[in-house]
């Protein structure tokens, strides 16, 4: 064989295994940004279903997890599809527990949030009715919130 086709053959290879890479490369980009810009979504009776996207407003009630409480005490929203976010700074917590407080009634749980894998922040969508919400560590339950979802 020749130089000229050995140098040919080679180019050709080259360009093939550059092509192959760049698909990759982009693939693996798609595939990561999709899963970046999913949240979490945990909630009573929809767990491992997959959800649908909004169809109103949609309202954000932030919380702060520190190893003696969390911050705030009380937060408040209306009712419809509210984010709970939370950010753990307590050194790691396994999630938040989410308990409608309906008083003379056990609390029955509506949802829970959870930290994306090694990050401090994770949240999840709730559509909550009117009513008083407790909030709690899963792993400290005396670290308590209320959220309070007005009419």
Do not use: C, W
């Amino acid at each position: 064989m020749s130089l000229t086709k050995e140098r040919l053959i080679g180019s050709a290879v080259l360009i093939v295994i550059g092509f192959l890479v760049t698909a990759f490369v982009i693939v693996s980009a798609r595939a990561k940004m999709s899963n970046t810009h999913a949240y979490q979504t945990t909630s009573a009776g929809s767990q491992g279903l997959p959800t649908r996207l909004p169809t109103g407003p949609v309202q954000v009630v932030r919380f702060t997890l520190y190893d003696v409480g969390i911050v705030p005490q009380t937060a408040y929203a209306q009712p419809g599809l509210v984010i709970i976010a939370v950010e753990d700074l307590s050194g790691g917590t396994t999630g938040v527990i989410v308990e409608r407080d309906d008083e003379g009634q056990a609390r029955l749980q509506v949802g829970e949030v959870r930290r994306k894998e090694n990050k401090r922040r994770g949240q999840a969508e709730l559509r909550l009715a009117p009513g008083r919400y407790q909030l709690y560590m899963a792993d400290r339950p005396e670290n308590r919130a209320e959220l309070i979802v007005e009419p």
